[in-house]
């Protein structure tokens, strides 16, 4: 997992997608190299110890080095309107910790829960897709390729 100082700044005029989507960011192509994601993937922005949220990177821009641009309403998520100097980081659930821990820290993490007797399965898409793309589409597969092979 890698952290990196970045500058958050508005979405441009012609990034209509960062100020439609609250969940969306974009990131400078070295910045999301140096922490080792790719376009579509998941990453933490931070604004400080207590304001951070998780975000899909839909697009890069090449801009100034360190930069992650949101719309006004990915910002907000973090508690301001306005631009600041925060952290990405590519540690979206944070796997080491438990869930009364994670509730402590006000932390994401991600459970599998299998107690080796159920037979079912259950795979959602809590935001219809809207953080991770297509996984609401993913799920809807998974159901079909299950439900044809019984």
Wanted: glycine share 8%; net charge negative; proline share 4%.
């Amino acid at each position: 997992m890698a952290r990196h100082d970045a500058s958050i700044r508005k979405a441009l005029p012609d990034q209509s997608d960062l100020k439609a989507h609250r969940e969306h960011c974009s990131v400078e192509p070295r910045l999301l190299a140096a922490i080792g994601c790719e376009l579509g993937q998941q990453v933490r922005i931070e604004r400080d110890q207590e304001e951070r949220g998780l975000y899909t990177v839909s697009e890069t821009n090449p801009d100034a080095r360190n930069v992650v641009r949101m719309g006004v309403t990915g910002r907000e998520r973090l508690g301001t309107s306005d631009v600041f100097a925060g952290v990405i980081d590519s540690q979206v659930p944070n796997p080491t910790l438990s869930e009364a821990a994670a509730e402590r820290n006000d932390e994401f993490i991600e459970r599998l829960d299998d107690d080796g007797l159920r037979t079912g399965l259950i795979a959602i898409a809590p935001h219809g897709g809207d953080i991770e793309r297509h996984t609401d589409e993913q799920a809807e597969l998974l159901a079909s390729a299950l439900t044809a092979s019984c």
